[in-house]
């Protein structure tokens, strides 16, 4: 059997991912409420959106854990980047970030001291993420 990559809450550590997919709470700016499936592959935007919340395009979500309900959005990107924690096949950490705008394709990984991005669009917070990148490499 194939071993993937395993995420988890940065508030309760919780595992959020089942063989190949990462499981959210989500909710839309009009309230709807639902669960999203996300490709555990890094570079891979395909998702499955629970019947109960439509996607809308260019529209932002609130991502929070299935486990504990906290708020996965980063307040210091406007909300617009939800944070999660990943252990590689060797066990070793990282801090990834990822759009939650529908539509928006970019993934960051705080990976060795370095910020490597994938997705058309990961040049849009490049600038952000490099601001805070003292901060997170003293954390990981």
């Known amino acids: 059997m194939e071993k993937f990559n ?4 940065p508030h309760c550590f ?4 089942i ?3 990462i499981i ?5 700016k009009s309230n709807e409420n639902g669960l999203v499936m996300l490709s555990a592959k890094i570079s891979d935007y395909t998702s499955i959106l629970s019947e ?20 996965l959005n980063l307040e210091s990107s ?10 590689d096949k060797s066990n070793k950490k990282y801090e ?5 705008i529908c539509g928006e394709h970019c993934t960051y990984v705080i990976k060795d001291c370095k910020l490597e991005h994938f997705g058309p669009h990961s040049k849009m917070y490049m600038d952000q ?12």
């Open 6 to 9: 395993t995420f988890y809450c």
């Open 14 to 17: 919780g595992y959020l991912n």
């Open 19 to 21: 063989t190949d997919k």
């Open 24 to 28: 959210f709470k989500i909710k839309s």
């Open 52 to 71: 109960s919340i439509k996607k809308v395009e260019d529209e932002l979500y609130e991502f929070y854990c299935p486990l504990c309900s906290k708020c």
């Open 78 to 87: 406007d909300m617009k980047l939800v944070k999660i924690y990943m252990k």
């Open 96 to 100: 990834v970030y990822f759009s939650g």
């Open 129 to 140: 993420l490099e601001k805070y990148k003292e901060y997170f490499d003293s954390h990981l």
